[in-house]
């Protein structure tokens, strides 16, 4: 009895939200709040989408490629990706992984995992302009700080990611909050911890869900509104080896403004300003974080 007890104090429950009909819907006002409290809730997961394309192309797009008609699931560590300023990355935590803009996912993947993608990416968008009516964003301002996300000219891309356990005596991946303003998350096994109350806390898995991050993007633009965001800090702690349990492996939907663009911040009269260069802030964040900001960007 005792053993239960510790255990549901020692993981968090995140708010739990769907999409109905284009709106973000929460169970109730209070469960909003707290989703933009912490920066994270889960999203249900659309019993139309399939994710399983998804979560297979993550076991496989890092090993080498054979020349036969599966290459385009695998071989992505060596191939360049020549028209992407992101591409493959070998991080400084357990983590490698395939981060891949939007306009790109059809030259680049196979036709199953851009179905998933694109779908991922409507959820994603509704989500978003779900978050900004919760955070009482004017829809006027939208597109402007977005980089005109309903249009797809703002920054989109997954990152694809293979967890590799057989390296050890590092993090599974390094404490960060996401830049942008939203991560949609798919996963398969757990291991996800936020910074909660001063304390890493896992947050307990709920069946048939995204998790969703919310970004510095968001933090910047509402830290002097009545109904600031925050940006979720979150990690995955170090994942021990298992010959009995494949890598963890997840794939996300990010979105955010483009690097050529500002941040903006609203004012304390509410009137929106520009903040900072989005590429500068990114630089500045990665220097701080440990690993080399995307050098084509």
């Known amino acids: 009895m005792t053993t239960d007890v510790v255990e549901e104090e020692a993981h968090l429950t995140l708010p739990a939200a769907t999409v109905e009909a284009g709106r973000l819907r929460f169970a109730s006002p209070g469960d909003a709040d707290q989703a933009l409290r912490l920066g994270a809730f889960n999203l249900a997961v659309p019993e139309d989408l399939d994710v399983s394309a998804g979560l297979a192309f993550c076991r496989t797009f ?120 939203i991560t949609t998350i798919c996963t398969d096994q757990p291991g996800y911890e936020i910074l909660h109350e001063g304390r890493w806390t896992p947050v307990r898995e709920r069946a048939g869900h995204f998790t969703v991050n919310l970004g510095d993007a968001f933090r910047v633009l509402t830290r002097k509104l ?27 939907i990010y979105m955010g403004p483009r690097y050529d663009m500002f941040l903006y911040q609203y004012d304390t009269e509410g009137r929106l300003r520009r903040f900072q260069d989005f590429r500068a802030f990114s630089v500045e964040k990665a220097g701080k974080l440990g690993y080399e900001f995307h050098s084509r960007v």
């Open 226 to 252: 009545p109904r600031p965001v925050t940006a979720v800090y979150h990690r995955v702690p170090e994942l021990p080896s298992d010959a009995d349990t494949p890598d963890r492996s997840s794939f996300t």
């Open 62 to 181: 890092y090993q080498p490629a054979t020349g036969g008609p599966g290459d385009r699931h695998r071989g992505h560590r060596e191939h360049g990706h020549p028209e992407s300023k992101l591409g493959y990355e070998d991080r400084p935590d357990q983590v490698e992984q395939l981060q891949l803009e939007s306009f790109l996912w059809q030259r680049y993947l196979p036709d199953e995992v851009t179905a998933v993608l694109r779908r991922m990416r409507e959820l994603t968008l509704d989500t978003l302009y779900g978050v900004f009516d919760a955070a009482g964003i004017p829809e006027e301002d939208r597109e402007l700080v977005t980089g005109g996300a309903r249009q797809d000219t703002g920054l989109c891309y997954t990152t694809v990611n293979h967890y590799r356990t057989g390296l050890s005596d590092r993090a599974g991946i390094v404490e960060h909050s996401d830049s942008g303003f």
